[in-house]
């Protein structure tokens, strides 16, 4: 497992809808976010936005 910033771009929506199912409120505050994500063999497994 490795843990690594990405850019919001490249954060998978599947994920980011199990936490808000609301493909607006995503768009609001993924922008000026930072994100994590957690990959095995490559494939991204989970995701962590941190909003400042």
Sequence with gaps: MQYIEVKSSETPLDLLFEA?????????????????AALDNGR???ACIVKP
């Design 20 to 36: 808000d199912p609301c493909e607006a409120n995503i768009a609001s505050y993924l922008s000026d976010s930072w994100c994590f």
């Design 44 to 46: 991204i497994l989970a």
